[in-house]
């Protein structure tokens, strides 16, 4: 679900979406809201929206982009608005917008990422944004960004937690409230995350 705007799947793949699309969130080609369902694409198996834009994975790995690009979050390398779906990369297999920047992971387990890099929370050790997608990391299996902050945080196969970005709250779990623009370790046998605007949880792998 992003700003004021609902996207869902269907059991037979297809993509819908309803509500606010000024910014061509939906990717119906239009920029115009809708008080109805309309259908998007096919035979998608994820999507992920926060804020102004959208991100869909099909079941041939490709990923597709829509919505607000001042930053870059689409990865089309322009600062475009979208009212289109845009073919992002191909190989994809899991993926997180957050608030205008996006992270998905390739099937060779590399974390890739693009948009608003203010804070860092793209994790390349810079605070500029990237247009296009920058690698972040490899053998990653798991990434969620901030649900509207900016930060980040992904799991490694060797079940590591890891942040980067803001941390002005306390979302890192690391003892202080320092940002930073590289990942940061958290803790150690790790299964899955989750982050809220200024907030995050994960499991391990003891259930906790």
């Given at each position: 679900r992003g700003f004021g705007y609902t996207l869902y799947i269907k059991e037979n793949g297809k993509l819908y979406g309803i509500g606010e699309n000024q910014d061509g969130q939906l990717g119906d080609g239009t920029g115009e809201n809708r008080d109805t369902p309309v259908e998007i694409a096919s035979e998608v198996r994820a999507v992920s929206a926060v804020f102004r834009h959208s991100?869909?994975?099909?079941?041939?790995?490709?990923l597709w982009a829509m919505g607000y690009n001042e930053f870059g979050a689409l990865g089309d390398g322009t600062s475009e608005t979208r009212l289109s779906p845009f073919m992002v990369d191909s190989d994809v297999v899991s993926i997180s917008a957050g608030a205008?920047?996006?992270?998905?992971?390739?099937?060779?387990?590399?974390?890739?990422?693009?948009?608003d890099n203010f804070l860092g929370q793209l994790g390349d050790g810079t605070n500029i944004d990237k247009f296009s997608p920058i690698q972040i990391a490899d053998?990653?299996?798991?990434?969620?960004?901030?649900?509207?902050?900016?930060?980040?945080?992904?799991?490694?196969?060797d079940h590591t937690l890891w942040a980067m970005g803001d941390n002005g709250a306390g979302q890192f779990g690391d003892g202080s409230f320092e940002g930073s623009f590289q990942?940061?370790?958290?803790?150690?046998?790790?299964?899955?995350?989750?982050?809220?605007?200024?907030?995050?949880?994960?499991?391990?792998?003891?259930?906790?």
């Amino acid at each position: 679900r992003g700003f004021g705007y609902t996207l869902y799947i269907k059991e037979n793949g297809k993509l819908y979406g309803i509500g606010e699309n000024q910014d061509g969130q939906l990717g119906d080609g239009t920029g115009e809201n809708r008080d109805t369902p309309v259908e998007i694409a096919s035979e998608v198996r994820a999507v992920s929206a926060v804020f102004r834009h959208s991100l869909f994975l099909k079941e041939d790995g490709s990923l597709w982009a829509m919505g607000y690009n001042e930053f870059g979050a689409l990865g089309d390398g322009t600062s475009e608005t979208r009212l289109s779906p845009f073919m992002v990369d191909s190989d994809v297999v899991s993926i997180s917008a957050g608030a205008d920047f996006s992270f998905y992971i390739k099937s060779d387990k590399t974390l890739w990422g693009m948009g608003d890099n203010f804070l860092g929370q793209l994790g390349d050790g810079t605070n500029i944004d990237k247009f296009s997608p920058i690698q972040i990391a490899d053998n990653v299996k798991m990434v969620t960004a901030g649900g509207g902050g900016s930060f980040a945080h992904f799991i490694k196969t060797d079940h590591t937690l890891w942040a980067m970005g803001d941390n002005g709250a306390g979302q890192f779990g690391d003892g202080s409230f320092e940002g930073s623009f590289q990942p940061v370790p958290i803790d150690t046998e790790v299964m899955a995350v989750g982050g809220g605007q200024s907030d995050a949880y994960y499991l391990k792998t003891d259930g906790t």
